[in-house]
């Protein structure tokens, strides 16, 4: 059974920085790719970034291109995200999220570009960010 747990989020001031944490259990993550994704209140929830397990390719959103990093630690089976100079429409829950890479001919392939939520088939809990102005 796999399990995301998140943690790491709080009140930041703007330009503060806050690193998000996400605990993967449950088995092998090699051949997942694993994303960060926010929801503000009243908005659709929206990609941040993703890194492939494996090799470590990662991809971000415009929005945080430049102040965001997302790594992980293979002995640790967690996912990070540094987020720096953070700005008040940073403010919204940051979910962790994991999708398995490996399916047949013709169904999800990975590429390196911005993904959807419907892409992932695991999701932590989220945990809320805000940045004060």
């Known amino acids: 059974q796999v399990q995301l747990v998140e943690s790491g989020g709080g009140l930041v001031q703007s330009g503060g920085s806050l690193r998000l944490s996400c605990a993967a259990s449950g088995r092998s993550f090699s051949d997942y790719v694993m994303g960060w994704f926010r929801q503000a209140p009243g908005k659709e929830r929206e990609f941040v970034a993703s890194?492939?397990?494996?090799?470590?390719?990662?991809y971000y959103a415009d929005s945080v291109k430049g102040r965001f990093i997302i790594t992980h630690d293979s002995a640790k089976n967690t996912v990070y995200l540094q987020m720096n100079n953070l700005q008040p429409e940073d403010t919204a829950v940051y979910y962790c999220?994991?999708?398995?890479?490996?399916?047949?001919?013709?169904?999800?392939?990975?590429?390196?570009?911005?993904?959807?939520?419907?892409?992932?088939?695991?999701w932590g809990q989220g945990t809320q960010v805000t940045v004060s102005s």
């Open positions: 999220a994991a999708r398995y890479t490996i399916t047949p001919p013709g169904g999800f392939q990975y590429e390196s570009r911005e993904m959807y939520s419907y892409e992932f088939d695991f």
């Open positions: 890194i492939m397990w494996r090799g470590g390719d990662t």
